[in-house]
């Protein structure tokens, strides 16, 4: 299967275009409709300009960001979130680094560095006044929107335009800028609707942060299907219970959740002996590996009637690559329930991928999902895209840095990582970027930072050795309160503990799972 | 809910048995989705549905049994 090159700009235009009048967002309770969102995109696309170039939006969770997002590649610019939770320096860092011009936010007089202009998000009130459910009184439904349409039908986009910027973790502690083309964004959003078979009846619940690519996942192949996309406070709230009330009275019918959320969730279910709400058809789950015991208590719920899917996918290769029903209706029945031990599959690779298994059995994904590259860093961007002949001829492949074998029936499973990267709730992150970060502290004199499984997910655990004896007291508290104002919260270990020297390798390296294996129960 | 009922879920969610009435749970090497097990279990000890930020506001044995106490 083949997805013709159509942007996912138009793709939502002419989601909007048939379901008017339907909910596109609801939030808390409000919606709007397509009609209106489809006005908002519009006007904001128009105070950006065409071809605005990289535009960062400071992010909320709400229909404000979804419209700059929209906006921003309806005016062919280039998306790149700000996380307003980073601190100060480290989203200058990153609009620097993804050489962002512009920056909107959805509440006026956010402060911004020199040489980025600041632009006011276009009231939705004013946006979409004349995109109300009533308007069809006085105009045909889609007058409107066609009009003001064609001025922004004249910017023209390509494939290979970028669509958005996004930042994984990098070894030298300066996050990589990943720039995601249009045609790779538009062609797995196709993709995904495919695999999802979203339909304009699907609720589906705004999760991911939208600071990260698995919200694109949530928020595009929802929009393009004219399915509505429901955020709500209680889904964060951290309470299982009012989040299983706002699912039902929300009528959600699609959950995306990072595996480690989701054991959480199975956790609960089993213990409060809870039942899922009836509107639930399908939950996808990616990010880190199932826990093969969490699936087996999934199992035993009542939920052969809702379809659970595992998920594979890197910022570099663009959302997913590979997805396999678990249990459900579409899922490979299994003589057996699932074991503590077993590795739970990633999946097979979806129609728009190729994948080679390298050396040492790593991953390696090609095809027209792969980003262009990391923005300003050719080392690192020659480092993971690589040029490979398999007999037709070279073509680009992206190095996942993954290890995966296959089961009988061809998915792949993850059997680790060739490099020391690790998932920390679904976001990559290098131990060496965070031992850059803490190195950079003054009393600090040696660090090593491993991965430390605690209750079904991955923390980070910082090892500090003093630099001079006279430095240790609340030498913990100090690196962890230095840290909170440098990097984002994924980043900051959860457990910082002080030692009196490192493990180190026959080679002299630093042995970051041998200082932990030795120093782990001294940390609880 | 008392506090030694409320040290008692932190215990048993650290896994460590070193937790006082002033014990801090995310200095402890708490994380939000061991949050989620501690709201649960209070949510089920009690009835009394706190949420992230109530759990940040009171994140001690002591604190958290006096704000279920305020709310119950």
């Known amino acids: 299967m083949s997805y013709p090159y159509c942007d996912v700009t138009k793709a939502f235009a002419d989601a909007a275009g048939r379901h008017p009048d339907r909910p596109a967002i609801a939030h808390n309770g409000r919606s709007l409709t397509y009609a209106e969102l489809d006005a908002w995109v519009r006007a904001t696309a128009r105070r950006l300009g065409p071809r605005p170039g990289v535009v960062g939006v400071v992010t909320s969770r709400s229909a404000a960001?979804?419209?700059?997002?929209?906006?921003?590649?309806?005016?062919?610019g280039t998306y790149c979130p700000i996380d307003p939770a980073h601190p100060e320096p480290r989203r200058r860092a990153l609009m620097s680094a993804s050489g962002c011009r512009l920056v909107i936010a959805a509440e006026p007089g956010a402060s911004v560095p020199p040489g980025v202009r600041p632009v006011d998000l276009p009231d939705r009130a004013e946006a979409t006044r004349n995109a109300g459910p009533d308007r069809a009184d006085s105009a045909p439904s889609s007058a409107s929107s066609r009009v003001a349409g064609s001025a922004l039908d004249a910017v023209p986009v390509a494939a290979d335009d970028p669509a958005y910027i996004l930042f994984t973790s990098g070894s030298t502690g300066e996050p990589k800028p990943v720039v995601t083309p249009r045609g790779a964004v538009s062609t797995v959003v196709g993709a995904l609707r495919d695999l999802f078979g979203l339909t304009p009846a699907d609720r589906v619940l705004q999760f991911a942060s939208l600071n990260w690519d698995t919200c694109f996942e949530e928020i595009l192949p929802t929009l393009t299907a004219g399915a509505a996309l429901v955020f709500h406070d209680d889904a964060y709230s951290g309470s299982f219970r009012r989040m299983l009330r706002m699912i039902d009275a929300e009528r959600i019918t699609v959950l995306d959740l990072p595996s480690a959320f989701w054991h959480e969730l199975v956790r609960h279910l089993v213990e409060e002996r809870a039942a899922l709400p009836a509107s639930l058809r399908l939950v996808v789950v990616g990010g880190e590996a199932v826990n093969p015991v969490r699936l087996a208590d999934w199992c035993a719920l009542d939920t052969a009637a809702i379809r659970l899917v595992n998920t594979y996918g890197c910022t570099e290769t663009t959302l997913i690559t590979h997805a396999v029903d678990l249990h459900g209706p579409l899922a490979a029945r299994r003589a057996a329930p699932w074991r503590a031990g077993e590795r739970v599959p990633i999946g097979h690779a979806l129609p728009h991928v190729r994948q080679h298994l390298g050396e040492g059995g790593e991953l390696l994904v090609g095809g027209p999902s792969l980003a262009l590259g990391y923005r300003g860093r050719p080392d690192a961007t020659a480092e993971r895209f690589v040029e490979i002949d398999l007999g037709a001829g070279p073509e680009r492949y992206f190095r996942t840095g993954d290890r995966v074998g296959r089961t009988p029936d061809g998915a792949l499973v993850h059997e680790g990582r060739l490099d020391h990267e690790l998932k920390v709730r679904g976001v990559r992150v290098d131990p060496a970027e965070v031992e850059a970060q803490i190195a950079g502290h003054p009393q600090v004199g040696a660090v090593a930072v491993a991965g430390a499984v605690v209750a079904d997910h991955t923390t980070l655990a910082a090892y500090i050795v003093p630099r001079s004896p006279s430095g240790v007291v609340a030498l913990a508290d100090d690196v962890l309160s230095y840290l909170r104002d440098r990097v984002p919260s994924h980043l900051v270990p959860s457990r910082i503990t002080v030692v009196p020297e490192l493990v180190y390798t026959a080679s002299g390296k630093v042995d970051r799972a041998g200082s932990h294996r030795r120093y782990a129960s001294a940390a609880v | 809910m008392n506090v030694d009922a409320v040290s008692d879920i932190f215990r048993r969610v650290l896994e460590n048995a070193e937790v006082s009435a002033d014990s801090d749970f995310f200095v402890m090497g708490g994380d939000s989705l061991l949050a989620t097990r501690?709201?649960?279990?209070?949510?089920?000890?009690?009835?009394?549905?706190?949420?992230?930020?109530?759990?940040?506001?009171?994140?001690?044995?002591?604190?958290?049994?006096?704000?279920?106490?305020?709310?119950?």
């Open chain 1, 65 to 76: 960001t979804v419209a700059c997002l929209l906006g921003t590649l309806a005016a062919g």
């Open chain 2, 38 to 72: 501690v709201l649960s279990a209070i949510a089920r000890a009690c009835g009394v549905e706190l949420d992230f930020d109530d759990f940040a506001d009171a994140p001690t044995p002591g604190a958290l049994a006096k704000k279920i106490a305020s709310m119950a």
